[in-house]
């Protein structure tokens, strides 16, 4: 019992992490049309600045760390939407999609070439675990409930009760109405693609005591990003939640019946090419661009 209950605690962390992965690409989706395949390089980026930078350089305590470099990750936004994803926009999608990828490797090698490319960690960040009587649950998947859970909760209420959220849904369901609406398309990209890299960077710090600091810390998390995205429903930001909640829960699911781990991350691309073949338009298909 006590197994399993640490292995759908840790399904459902890992699960809210796909969550957020699939929400930040799906905020550029939908304000730009552009699917960016260099997400992953952002969140290893936002890493690198807390852990590489304002913990290890600048000998910062962990939380101010934290919102330097999520902060800082916001500014990188601004300037990537206005120097790279506005124009990209405007060009054929193959050639904006080979901009993004392009993009995300010259941020991969900036990283190298200031860190260098050997892997590390940031010590007593989030380690250690937490007895709920008989269970041992480890801090860093407890604190990655909370932190998601709340986010999740901002991004809700933002999106329904605020007029930037309403600009943003208008914005998803046609982008030339919204602009003869009155409603800036342009600045729309910019609020998103600063959103998107905002939880870039908090799932770059959640993530680094379960992977550490490394160049390709994130691949695998980024990829499983875009498999919650497509089993939940492209384009849908609850899409995005249910798709992430469902492969992490697999996941564990796979655990816990005695799969062996060696295994665990093929689970998912099983699963998603399951939904490709039986229902491509993922589980919230029919809101996919309403929220």
């Known amino acids: 019992m006590e197994t399993l209950i640490q292995l759908a605690i840790s399904g459902l962390a890992m699960g809210l992490i796909y969550c957020l992965v699939a929400i930040e690409f799906t905020l550029i989706l939908n304000t730009s049309g552009l699917m960016n395949f260099g997400h992953d ?24 760390s934290a919102v330097a470099s999520v902060l800082l990750m916001g500014v990188v936004g601004i300037f990537i939407a206005v120097i790279v994803f506005s124009p990209l926009q405007k060009l054929p999608r193959v050639y904006a999609m080979t901009g993004t990828m392009a993009l995300s490797m010259i941020l991969q090698e900036a990283t190298r070439l200031t860190y260098g490319a050997r892997s590390f960690t940031v010590l007593g960040f989030l380690s250690g675990t937490i007895n709920f009587g008989f269970v041992s649950i480890q801090r860093v998947y407890l604190f990655i409930i909370i932190v998601t859970t709340i986010l999740l909760i901002f991004q809700n209420l933002l999106m329904m009760k605020t007029k930037l959220g309403r600009s943003f849904r208008a914005v998803a369901q046609d982008k030339e109405t919204s602009s003869l609406m009155g409603i800036n398309v342009n600045t729309m990209l910019i609020a998103s693609a600063t959103m998107s890299l905002l939880i870039c960077g908090i ?40 798709g992430g ?17 060696v295994y665990k991350d093929v689970v998912s691309f099983v699963l998603v090419v399951l939904f490709l073949l039986l229902k491509p338009d993922g589980i919230l298909s029919e809101k996919k661009a309403a929220i």
Do not use: H
């Not at 909640?245 to 781990?261: D, M, S, W, Y």
């Open 41 to 64: 390089k952002y969140i290893m980026f936002g890493a690198f600045l807390f852990g590489g930078t304002f913990v290890i350089r600048l000998g910062w305590d962990f939380l101010p």
């Open 245 to 261: 909640l469902v492969v992490g829960l697999t996941e564990a699911l796979f655990l816990a019946f005695g799969g062996n781990p």
């Open 203 to 242: 799932i770059g710090v959640l993530i680094i005591p379960v992977t550490g600091i490394t160049l390709g810390m994130s691949n695998m998390i980024g990829s499983k990003g875009y498999i919650a995205g497509v089993v939940g429903g492209m384009g849908s930001l609850n899409g995005a939640i249910i």
